[in-house]
């Protein structure tokens, strides 16, 4: 038993991050965990739920289904990975977890966990831990649905053990290859392991060999496909910080539908989380427009071309095809303004490409490379080495430090109140989380 919530969150940030099975690596499968979910009573399977899995877009889908779900009149919990600066973001209902309910309920898993290790089992990872917790929290305080974000993958994956409603599978592009393969097809067959006997699911996979791979998946399920490829939209009308779209499929059809972003493909995850809705619900008929045009400019989450300040925007990209999405953004919304960028990236990252497409992509005046606060951090010198060798044919300045504070505070000043500059901070998520605390720390002074 632990009587402090600071030492509760200490305890499960010391906990590897991965299982190790029986071939001594990175996946244990699910069985220590569900050794631990058994003896609390199997609360993962108390409450309805809809789980979500891809590459791209998986938290973003997750709180658009949530903005509908609680329009709706239902009361709803969500699960999402990584936190940017408090544990406690991952497990929410209306607002995050309390401390109070967190320490409650990390000791219940610990009781629970103590229990198998002392048979001589394996101690459960990182994310299985939270997962566990955020069962137990949403079990207690009985939700109508709980929306599960996958970690990594979907078919061992800790959130695979639920019994969801309907299931969603959002982009999937080339990541965390070391641990789900190194094609298309493959990092498709692990999401698509989320996939139950006779359970929906919504797709937006934004890859004809990824899709091929759900619709297979989902036939020998028996379950009912709904591709929202075949859902048609228009852009109404972009600005720096709103999309204004139409969307029409042979179901439905929703008009002027208003979200508080300028991120284009914040437009799909949109469309994937209205289709899961109508899905759910699709025995009560179309849900009604006007629930959607308040639902959806609720939307908000941190980190994903999130203004910091007017002319200063962090956003999440940490791999090839958000950046790709990242850029196409950019030149559709602040084509004719000077472009700054602080960047940093995770070493396990294929991250060259990344700085490639960055540079191929955008008119970049200038270029600051730090080095995220992790173990998994990217040398800065080698990230520097690599704009310098993409930019060479341009007149593009590239300054270097590894203090993330020291280098913001440099680039916002350069920035800062001036119309025509605007600077994005993008790479990882690690950054985006530091920035964030750098800026709250600010305003708290």
Known sequence: MISDYEQAEKYILDIPLFSVNDNKRHKSGNNNLSLVLDLLGNPHRKVKSIHIAGTNGKGS????????????????????????????????????????????????????????????????????????????????????????????????????????????????GLDHMKYLGNTIELIAKEKAGIIKEGVPVVYNTQNETADKVISKAA?????????VAKTKYIINNLSDKTIDFSLYNSYYKYDNLVINTNALYQVDNALSAIAACNELYKDEGIIDENIIKRALPKFFWSGRME?????????????????????????????????????????????????????????????????IISKRAAASEQIKELFERYLSDKNTKIICCDNIKEIFIKAVDDVLDKEDKVLFCVGSLYLAGSIKQIVTEAKDD
């Open 219 to 227: 036939k020998s399920h028996n379950s009912k496909e709904i591709n």
């Open 61 to 172: 889908t997750a709180n658009f289904i949530k903005c509908i779900l609680d329009e709706m009149g239902f009361k709803t919990g969500i699960f999402t990975s990584p936190h940017l600066m408090d544990i406690r973001e991952r497990i929410a209902t209306d607002d995050y977890i309390s401390k109070d309910d967190f320490l409650k309920c990390f000791n219940t898993v610990l009781s629970a966990e103590d229990k198998i290790v002392s048979e001589g089992k394996e101690h459960i990872s990182y994310f299985e831990f939270l997962f566990a917790m955020a069962a137990v929290y949403f079990a207690e305080k009985k939700p109508d649905y709980v929306i599960y974000e996958t970690g990594l993958g979907g078919r061992l994956d800790a959130t695979n053990l639920i019994n969801p409603a309907v299931t969603v599978i959002t982009s999937i």
């Open 307 to 371: 203004h910091i300040y007017n002319n200063v925007i962090i956003d999440g990209a940490h791999n090839e095809d958000a950046i790709k999405r990242f850029i196409q953004t950019v030149n559709e919304t602040c084509g004719k303004k000077d472009k700054e960028l602080l960047f940093a990236v995770c070493e396990d990252k294929d991250y060259e490409p990344m700085i490639k497409d960055l540079c191929n992509g955008l008119e970049l005046s200038r270029v600051y490379v730090t080095k």
